[in-house]
């Protein structure tokens, strides 16, 4: 076989998009030149330094005092996996909080772990009222509640003030997934009495996807190291097992991931450095813009796409009153072809909104507008760009109202 011709395939030169769709976002530039700093070995103690300065800029990222506030390696997804299959043992019960795509994830992942799922569900485009999960955990006796904070699938933000207090004094553990909204809307745990937050730094924290951070209460870690089995190989004297069942998976093994984030640093998987750098540079732009100047911005953001929107003649997905923040949901109008609208965003202006998924595939699209890309020029620029592709694919619409409807709504939000 002739050599490979190293100039094969060229340099990673990716195109300068804008993404404005429901995440990942672009990165902030200063989050991607700390990913490029030099490698640590993972008990070098510069390098425990940095794992020692990330769990403390993330707890007021997640609004808590948690010592156990640190980073799972993986995507959201690894960390939401994390959780579930450290909190919940085979055959328990969980009732899962459902309004979209990624409630029914939850479900999908505890049905591999083997708990017995209730679920309590809104329609897609609303939220579930307080009052119908404290029946369901009545009726159900759930030893976890799992929800989503915001379901960038639906676009929807449920309200989780008063959840926390309702599962403690039902005996139950609260897991909550703000992988969507970590960095762009409040985040509460301590308040909420939420047991384990896990996010993402794609979305509002404005980072790429790789890293997932996570935080949990005393008393979910007491729960979790009581089903403590270290790994034959790295066992230690002063390192003892729990009496409660292994957690049936090593990765994700959130009392060994413990163990390793602890002063104890038992060995576990290799922390990933340059995506630690990422989370922590993540965590230290929103703690230096300040995290209520960084809700305002999303709030703005927002309001800005939701008013433009509007503006083009468009209607808007879902509950006023439950919006997130950092993602609008218009439907496609009747007659547009809504993968040309988006081929053209792209290939013309260089922006990406995004499709939807399952019952909303082909029904809408999610404009996003978070993380650094959260500002009002480029919220501006997509409404533009959107007006002009859809009048060439044949809307009709009122012309040039869209940006300075967007403009008067951020000034205003
Ligand atoms: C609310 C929510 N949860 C979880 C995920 C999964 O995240 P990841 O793709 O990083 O695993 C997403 C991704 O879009 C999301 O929006």
């Known amino acids: ?33 700390a990913m490029a700093a030099d490698l640590l070995g993972q008990f ?23 010592q156990w506030t640190m980073l799972i390696d993986g995507t959201a997804r690894a960390a939401i996996e994390a959780s579930l299959v450290s909190l919940v043992e085979p055959g328990e019960t969980v009732l899962v909080v459902n309004f979209g795509r990624f409630g029914l994830l939850l479900t999908e992942i505890l049905a591999r772990i083997g708990a017995k799922i209730e679920t309590v569900s809104a329609p897609w485009g609303e939220v579930v009222p307080l009052d119908a999960i404290a029946e369901a955990i009545e009726s159900f006796g759930p030893k976890v509640v799992a929800s989503v904070h915001g379901d960038t699938s639906t676009t929807m933000a449920q309200p989780l003030e008063g959840l926390g207090a309702l599962c403690r004094a039902a005996g139950a553990y609260l897991y909550v997934d703000a992988c969507a909204t970590l960095g762009g809307m409040e985040i509460a745990a301590d308040r909420w009495g939420v047991d384990i937050v896990t996010g993402g730094l794609q979305k509002c924290l404005g980072g790429p996807s790789g890293s997932a951070p996570i935080t949990i209460s005393d008393r979910a870690a007491e729960r979790i190291f009581a089903r403590r089995h270290v790994e034959q190989g790295i066992r230690r004297a002063d390192i003892v097992d729990g009496a409660g069942p292994r957690i049936p998976s090593n990765y994700f093994d959130l009392a060994m991931i413990m163990d390793y984030w602890s002063e104890k640093r038992l060995n576990h998987h290799t922390e990933a450095t340059s995506m630690l750098y990422a989370a922590r540079e993540c965590a230290r732009v929103a703690l230096g813009e300040g995290l209520e100047a960084r809700f305002a911005r999303h709030r703005k953001a927002g309001a800005a796409m939701t008013a433009g929107a509007r503006a083009l003649g468009l209607v808007v997905y879902g509950d006023d009153a439950h919006r997130m923040t950092n993602v609008t949901g218009v439907y496609i109008p009747a007659g547009i072809d809504g993968e040309a609208v988006r081929t053209m965003m792209r290939e013309n202006f260089e922006i990406e909104i995004g499709t939807a998924f399952g019952a909303l595939q082909g029904k809408i699209w999610r404009l996003g507008a978070m993380g650094y890309n959260a500002m009002k020029h480029k919220v501006l620029l997509t409404l533009g760009a959107l007006e002009t592709c859809l009048k060439a694919q044949g809307f009709s619409l009122p012309l040039g109202e869209a940006v300075p409807a967007a403009l008067a709504a951020w000034e205003v939000a």
């Open 1 to 33: 076989m002739p050599p490979l011709d190293p100039t094969l395939f060229g340099d990673i030169d990716p195109p300068q998009r804008l993404l404005m769709g429901p995440g990942p976002v672009n990165a902030h530039p200063r989050v991607l030149r």
């Open 44 to 66: 070098d103690p510069e390098m425990t330094g940095f794992m020692n300065q990330v769990m403390a800029l993330y707890r007021p990222v997640f609004g808590t005092q948690n």
